[in-house]
């Protein structure tokens, strides 16, 4: 019997948490789960479950003590914790976060213990990484020249449950979407020339993306797509850039809070307790004793009566006379909490994960230019079942059945972008529709 022990069951675990399950009997696995909340959906899995604290020392290493392979579900911020009782026990760990500095801090250790920790394993980063180096390798192992890597990334609604303006819904941390782009200026290269857009530029610097059978999106850069040169052994490609996909007409909307200040998360707001959305809005516009707040935001963005972003920010209920209801809050927090109640994915209601990427190179035989599209569409399947989960859990629990069965014997820290780790998870993640469609666009003469 072999024990796998998870910290966190929020949403994105379940479609984790049921595969680990189902492949428990052929391969003596015991699952337990351990966190601060019991999740709604723990009960129907019939797993083992505690209330524990990951900040609770003594509570911490004594689960971990009796784990065989521990995963991390948690913010990334706690993995710290998991992290040094793991090395302390000699224990491996899975998590589906970016790997930082703190993360990075323990790789000597985990080196020189013999240990694996797998990083980065879940939808982005995961596979992204996975789908990416899989294109990048075969394109390198017959000889081409890859001249430029573009990928984008999106969780949304899917179209058969998108009944809002926005076209838009929460699958995941609503937080991190109202703080998307706020780390630092977007980085990346196009055409051999570095390139910076800062936050108050970002959502108006898009690129329109076309994908088969659900048409088009627009995408915006990431922070920093010049970490993944060596990520992706990209040194000398000419252009590389990452970014996340929204459906056309969000980010210019999206852009008008952002100029406003709504989504600033460094200071607090007076008067919150007895502030209605109006108000808040208000707050940020110029005084006239006249013009309404709705003239008085239109003019200073400059939106036209006939645009399309109007219906957007009416149907949001930032104009509305209701209170807010926080007693303390951001700016940020304050839109966080609109936004959780008219984004909110429902039950009977459906998400979508799109993944994009772009692969030009010249062909080493012909000389000619060739453009290569791979693209990925996961739907959802209810409110709990979701793509994002689907995404985000199975990649972990494929990786976890890999060390757990000798199949990955890798030691020291890694992220999911060599061959030996993306092969045999790819390979899996198809028997459950994780599929990744590649296609010629286009090829010519240069």
């Not at 911020?77 to 899975?94: G, M, P, Y």
């Not at 240990?115 to 789908?131: R, V």
């Not at 609503?174 to 910076?196: D, M, S, T, W």
């Not at 200040?261 to 307790?273: C, H, I, Q």
Request: net charge neutral.
């Amino acid at each position: 019997m072999k024990n796998i022990l998870i910290f966190g069951a929020g949403r994105s675990s379940i479609s984790m948490l049921t595969y680990l399950l189902e492949n428990a009997p052929k391969y003596k696995w015991l699952v337990k789960v351990v966190d601060t909340n019991k999740s709604s959906f723990i009960d129907k899995l019939k797993l083992t479950f505690e209330l524990l604290d990951v900040k609770d020392e003594l509570a911490r290493e004594k689960e971990i003590k009796k784990a065989d392979l521990v995963i991390s579900m948690l913010p990334a911020r706690f993995h710290k914790l998991v992290a040094q009782s793991c090395i302390k026990f000699s224990k491996n760990l899975l998590t589906a976060s970016y790997e930082n500095k703190e993360m990075k801090a323990f790789a000597d250790e985990v080196e020189s213990k013999g240990l694996l920790f797998l990083n980065e394993c879940g939808l982005d980063p995961g596979l992204d990484h996975m789908s990416a180096m899989r294109a990048i390798d075969k394109i390198k192992e017959q000889g081409h020249e890859l001249q430029a890597f573009e990928s984008f990334t999106g969780g949304l609604v899917a179209p058969v449950s998108d009944d809002n303006p926005w076209h838009y819904k929460f699958s995941w941390n609503p937080r991190n979407v109202v703080l998307a782009g706020q780390e630092g200026p977007a980085k990346f290269i196009q055409e051999g020339k570095y390139k910076y857009i800062p936050y108050n530029r970002l959502f108006r610097r898009t690129e329109l993306i076309e994908i088969a059978d659900f048409g088009w999106f627009e995408g915006y850069a990431n922070r920093d797509s010049l970490s993944y040169v060596d990520k992706y052994n990209l040194q000398g490609v000419p252009t590389v850039y990452r970014g996340t996909l929204r459906r056309p007409g969000y980010c210019r909307a999206w852009d008008v809070f952002v100029q406003l200040g709504a989504t600033s998360d460094d200071y607090l707001l007076e008067d919150v307790e007895n502030m209605t959305y109006r108000d808040f809005i208000n707050s940020f516009l110029y005084y006239h004793p006249t013009d309404s707040v709705e003239l008085k935001l239109y003019h200073y963005m400059k939106i036209a009566m006939d645009s399309d972003i109007i219906p957007k920010l009416k149907w949001l209920g930032i104009f509305e006379d209701r209170k807010i209801g926080l007693k303390k809050a951001t700016p940020a927090q304050v839109l966080e909490k609109l936004l959780k109640e008219k984004w909110a994915l429902l039950a009977d209601e459906k998400d979508m994960v799109v993944m994009w990427h772009k692969f030009v190179y010249r062909d080493k035989n012909s000389g000619e230019k060739v453009t290569m599209n791979s693209s990925l569409v996961v739907l959802g399947e209810s409110g709990e079942h979701t793509a994002m989960a689907k995404t985000v859990g199975l990649p972990l629990g494929v990786a976890a059945k890999l060390i757990l069965t000798g199949q990955l014997k890798l030691h020291g820290m890694f992220i999911p972008t060599r061959e030996e780790i993306y092969k045999p998870v790819l390979s899996e993640l198809e028997n459950y529709g994780i599929t990744f469609a590649e296609t010629i666009k286009e090829s010519y003469k240069v």
